[in-house]
């Protein structure tokens, strides 16, 4: 069974840091790209950042965000520095795969990331 168990998230004032865990089970860690996306109410869930072999961002948290992996510990991190309103959103961790034809795919269950005065 997989699972990807997230924590961390909660309330920060504009200017602060958060850091989210991932915890995966269940699947060969270290060959899946691991991700971190998030959503806001009434839009499509976007991709803040990912990591394999290379990583990438979005342009909206190049410079704030840093994505990170522990394959010991089958965890993946994202460090939220200077965090400003409009990173308010429910985060949540991915897991994919591309194997032949075959697509994996599996997500976390959220956490809220709320950025207010």
């Known amino acids: 069974q997989v699972q990807l168990v997230q924590s961390g998230g909660g309330l920060v004032h504009p200017g602060g840091s958060l850091r989210l865990s991932c915890e995966a089970s269940?699947?060969?860690?270290?060959?899946?790209?691991m991700g971190w996306f998030r959503q806001t109410p009434g839009k499509q869930r976007e991709l803040v950042a990912s990591m394999k072999s290379d990583t990438i961002y979005d342009d909206s948290v190049k410079g704030r965000f840093t994505i990170s992996r522990d394959n010991a510990k089958n965890t993946v991190y994202l460090q939220m520095n200077s965090l400003k309103p409009e990173d308010t959103a429910v985060y949540y961790c991915?897991?994919?795969?591309?194997?032949?034809?075959?697509?994996?795919?599996?997500w976390g269950q959220g956490t809220q990331v709320t950025v207010s005065s």
């Open positions: 269940g699947i060969p860690f270290s060959t899946y790209t």
């Open positions: 991915n897991a994919e795969r591309k194997l032949m034809s075959t697509r994996y795919n599996y």
